[in-house]
């Protein structure tokens, strides 16, 4: 069983004399530095000049200084850049800002575990990583609970890395909900799998295939739509709200029996060694090469043949009208 801790196991004076610098205020960067700001924490917001960021921090009440200056002053340096830049700012900004005793915080595991980020030995190395989108995280804790986070410490060299892993996931209002113990491995693993073969690759390719079926058929796209991709929402609501036994006794008997007979049909044996490999290409680095590489070499262009390809697929030109109509107000 893994450990976990919630509210009341945590004591958050014990990093309430701490400063804590939050390097982005993207979305999680922006609902993470609130929510510390607002459960009383000495916050600052760390950020390059010329980003566009620094008036909405400013506006929205924080400190804001330059990057460098940030990681002086700060006692906890949480780093919220995204991934792909997290060695580049490491080494030009943070790391010479970097003394004895402070800790080098992240929500993602991954600049550490595959060595984009050496840490000297004379820090703490800590994560806190909400199991949700930043606007959860803000929404969550602005109606008095909470994201659950799941966290770990790397390297303890004060001797309070915990304390302040869990004094910063108070902060944030995840212990509320819950937080639970792991590794700086198995969180990168786990993440990036989940990413790629379920929450984002897995499930949008299904839906895909499960569209290109029907209007193959001769079934009208409009139709083809509503069945294989509105209507999943209200499935996966289910399921994380009641399980997966939950969600199949809330169905019509005939979803139930149809879904609990040919979903193993479709997801079959095959596809799971398929999730196998995938799995595989993770552990054994070959995907964290072969993005750097590609990333490397095109940047943000790594992205674009592949999203030329969905936005050119038939699912995304009828989901645009479809989605004019049901929130026609809306923009994309």
Known sequence: MAKSWKDADVNLDLIKNQ??????????????????????LNV???????????????QD??????????????????????????AKVYKELIGPNLT??????????????????????DVDVIMIAPKGPGSKVRETYQQGFGTPS????????????WERTLGIAKGLGSTRAG?????????????????????????ASMVMNAFETLVEAGYQPEIAYFEVLHELKL???????????????????????????????????????????ALKMIQDGTFNQEWI????????????????????HQIEKVGKDMRKMMWPNSTE
């Not at 924080?62 to 995204?82: G, N, S, Y």
């Not at 005793?101 to 000297?120: D, E, R, T, V």
């Not at 036994?245 to 008997?253: C, F, H, I, L, T």
């Not at 940047?299 to 999203?307: E, L, Q, Y």
Request: net charge neutral; aromatic share 8%.
């Open 19 to 40: 400063t804590i610098a939050v390097l982005g205020y993207g979305i999680q960067g922006h609902a993470q530095a609130n929510n510390l700001k607002d459960s009383g």
């Open 44 to 58: 600052i917001v760390g950020l390059q000049e010329s980003g566009v960021s620094w008036k909405k921090a400013q």
């Open 61 to 86: 009440g924080h400190q804001v200084m330059t990057i460098p200056d940030a990681c002086k002053k700060a006692d906890i340096i949480h780093v919220l850049i995204p991934d792909m830049v997290q």
């Open 100 to 121: 004895a005793g402070k800790a080098l915080s992240f929500s993602h595991a991954a600049a550490i575990h595959w060595g984009w980020i050496q840490a000297p030995k």
């Open 150 to 161: 799941i966290v770990a410490v790397y390297q303890d060299y004060t001797k309070k890395a």
């Open 179 to 203: 937080v639970i113990e792991t590794t700086f491995k198995e969180e990168v693993e786990t993440d990036w799998f989940g990413e790629q073969v379920d929450l984002c690759g897995g499930s």
């Open 235 to 277: 499935i996966v609501d289910m399921i994380q709200r009641y399980g997966i036994a939950g969600m199949y006794r809330r169905v019509s008997e005939t979803a139930r029996y149809g879904g609990l007979t040919r979903g193993p049909m479709v997801m079959d044996k095959e596809v799971k060694e398929k999730m196998k490999k």
């Open 293 to 312: 590489s590609d990333y490397q070499k095109n940047g943000k262009n790594s992205f674009d043949r592949f999203m030329q390809e969905i936005d050119a």
